[in-house]
């Protein structure tokens, strides 16, 4: 596949079969992640792979949290506890969790925030072209400092993650702005 197919043919796919995918599929999207650009190459992140029962673990994580802390104001308008439940379900189906940890650094939020915003495009687009679904994931957040002490990896902050799967559906493209409505030439 191209790059322009990779691009538009991308979903965030949130139903997935019960099929597993091989470490080698794995390992090809992480090493795609792996050859993204950083700010000053600092290439911030680390990948831990999790799945079976610690991946339904953190989801059980996240749904529990949503238990115990209510909406706020501005959490209700995001529609958090929808959001994370759905997330935290869609974990469950898929049989890969990548967790992409980004060193702790003040120094480089920024940076290294986009860097590791180009890492995930990387792997998702590299799992379209193998026909493998993915979801970029930020729900985590709420239980990233506990997931991470879990898995030992308290120095580090879990960033965001990626279910990986046999996709089970195939969704139109979500809708985007207008280019026009978006830029602007001087
Ligand atoms: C940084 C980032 C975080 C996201 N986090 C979540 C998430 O936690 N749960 C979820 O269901 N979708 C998540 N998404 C998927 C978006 O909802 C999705 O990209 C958007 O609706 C557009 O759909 P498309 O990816 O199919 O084009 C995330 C996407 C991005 C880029």
Redesign the pocket.
Known sequence: MNTINAIENR??I?NFKIDKISKDIVEDILNCGRLAPSAKNRQPWSFVIVQDEIKNKIADMMIDYTIKNDDSIERKKIGYKS?VN??AN?IKQAPILILVFKEKNDDWTVGDNLSIGACVENMCLRATDLEIGS?????IVYVSEDVAKMLGHGDLELN?AVSLGVPNQS?KQ?PRKELKDIMEWY
Do not use: F
């Open positions: 979903r965030s949130i959001s759905s997330t869609v979801l970029w994931i930020r729900d965001c969704p979500r």
